[in-house]
């Protein structure tokens, strides 16, 4: 599985991004897909993921702010961005699980300036 992130950038607290993340097979073929993201000097951290079967689970951090949410027919997975905070400042990962086997794309940078 291929998974291609983008729409990271530059925004001040309170604003908005969008994320998305295209893979390269089916959603409904992959287990899960889940985003990440990983601060300077800070471990890589679960952000929200969606299963095949659509349900959705998020980071305590992120809850009522962060939405993830797929289109099938594109094979796309967006996480909305609202409210963002400084904290939120991170490089964002997408990931999927597939049958077992764990797949990695490449970050795409948020940068929330206060």
């Known amino acids: 599985v291929q998974l291609q992130a983008s729409g990271g950038g530059l925004v001040q607290a309170g604003g908005s991004l969008r994320l998305s993340c295209v893979t390269s097979?089916?959603?409904?073929?992959?287990?899960?897909i889940a985003w990440y993201r990983q601060a300077p000097g800070k471990q890589r951290e679960l952000v929200a993921h969606v299963s095949n079967g659509g349900m959705t689970n998020y980071a305590d951090s992120v809850k009522g702010r962060f939405t993830i949410s797929r289109d099938v027919a594109k094979n796309t997975v967006y996480l909305q961005m609202n409210s963002l905070k400084p904290e939120d400042t991170a490089v964002y990962y997408c990931?999927?699980?597939?049958?077992?086997?764990?797949?990695w794309g490449q970050g795409t940078l948020v940068t929330v300036s206060s």
């Open positions: 990931h999927a699980l597939k049958s077992s086997v764990l797949y």
């Open positions: 097979e089916s959603i409904f073929s992959i287990n899960r």
